[in-house]
């Protein structure tokens, strides 16, 4: 079996020895590293790896604006930012540039393996079970799945990668419990501080978009999930 080609992109020079070191002998993974941002993108472009993780805060360039640049050129590698801050404004920055997961610092080798490995599996079942993606009605709402756009009469939300991956998930389970764990597992990978928090600003978004048709409703269902209704 192929190795994964990991990038890994951390100013910790002791830190990152330890990661690598020790994921390399689990034999699941190729590894080369960088010590900022600017490394990091020379070294994207001559390694080509399977997955980046990168540490948002570094010298000289930090990990968003080593992301950003990154996704001006390639939409699909898979992306995950370490932090030690439970910040979430930086966390919903990270989505927006299309990060696919977040993992808090300090972690052990194992925590950020289960977190490539849930990440890749993600991506994997998605590309297998792919459909074309159409155009939908939310009430006084039009929905264009495929450009992720929401539009009421002639007012249109461009909507962020999560917010439409979040409604269609709601819309194919319409007037049903979808439970906040499924949500996690099915977009994210994985169901921590992170995501969970990330899930509720993104539903509170969708929500305000979707407040001129008072009667769509994004319920939470307390210590269950979310249901979408639509009469």
């Given at each position: 079996?192929?190795?994964?080609?990991?990038?890994?992109?951390?100013?910790?020079?002791?830190?990152?020895?330890?990661?690598?070191?020790?994921?390399?002998?689990?034999g699941?993974?190729?590894?080369?590293?960088?010590?900022?941002?600017?490394?990091?993108?020379?070294?994207?472009?001559?390694?080509?790896?399977?997955?980046?993780?990168?540490?948002?805060?570094?010298?000289?360039?930090?990990g968003?604006?080593?992301?950003?640049?990154?996704?001006?050129?390639?939409?699909?590698?898979?992306?995950?930012?370490?932090?030690?801050?439970?910040?979430?404004?930086n966390?919903?920055?990270?989505?927006e540039?299309?990060?696919?997961?977040?993992?808090?610092?300090?972690?052990?080798?194992?925590?950020?393996?289960?977190?490539?490995?849930?990440v890749?599996?993600?991506?994997?079942?998605?590309?297998?079970?792919?459909?074309?993606?159409?155009?939908?009605?939310?009430?006084?709402?039009?929905?264009?799945?495929?450009?992720?756009?929401?539009?009421?009469?002639?007012?249109?939300?461009?909507?962020?990668?999560?917010?439409?991956?979040?409604?269609?998930?709601l819309?194919?389970?319409?007037g049903?419990?979808?439970?906040?764990?499924?949500l996690?597992?099915e977009?994210?990978?994985?169901?921590?501080?992170?995501?969970s928090?990330?899930?509720?600003?993104?539903?509170?978004?969708?929500?305000k978009?979707?407040?001129?048709d008072?009667s769509?409703?994004i319920?939470?269902?307390r210590?269950?999930?979310?249901?979408?209704?639509?009469?």
């Amino acid at each position: 079996m192929s190795k994964t080609k990991l990038l890994f992109v951390e100013d910790d020079a002791t830190f990152s020895y330890i990661i690598k070191n020790s994921l390399e002998l689990g034999g699941k993974y190729e590894i080369q590293t960088a010590s900022n941002g600017k490394e990091g993108l020379e070294m994207y472009r001559s390694f080509d790896p399977d997955v980046i993780v990168a540490d948002i805060e570094m010298p000289i360039l930090d990990g968003m604006e080593m992301v950003k640049k990154i996704r001006d050129g390639n939409e699909s590698i898979p992306i995950l930012l370490a932090t030690g801050r439970s910040n979430v404004q930086n966390v919903l920055k990270g989505y927006e540039l299309n990060a696919d997961n977040f993992i808090k610092k300090p972690y052990i080798p194992e925590e950020l393996d289960a977190h490539i490995q849930a990440v890749l599996r993600r991506i994997k079942k998605s590309s297998v079970v792919h459909e074309k993606k159409g155009i939908i009605l939310l009430g006084e709402y039009i929905f264009n799945m495929d450009k992720q756009i929401l539009q009421y009469k002639t007012i249109i939300h461009k909507l962020t990668d999560r917010e439409s991956q979040i409604l269609e998930k709601l819309h194919g389970r319409k007037g049903k419990l979808i439970t906040r764990e499924h949500l996690l597992e099915e977009l994210w990978g994985i169901n921590d501080f992170f995501t969970s928090r990330s899930l509720d600003v993104f539903i509170n978004r969708l929500r305000k978009r979707l407040s001129r048709d008072p009667s769509i409703k994004i319920e939470t269902v307390r210590g269950k999930g979310l249901m979408l209704t639509i009469p």
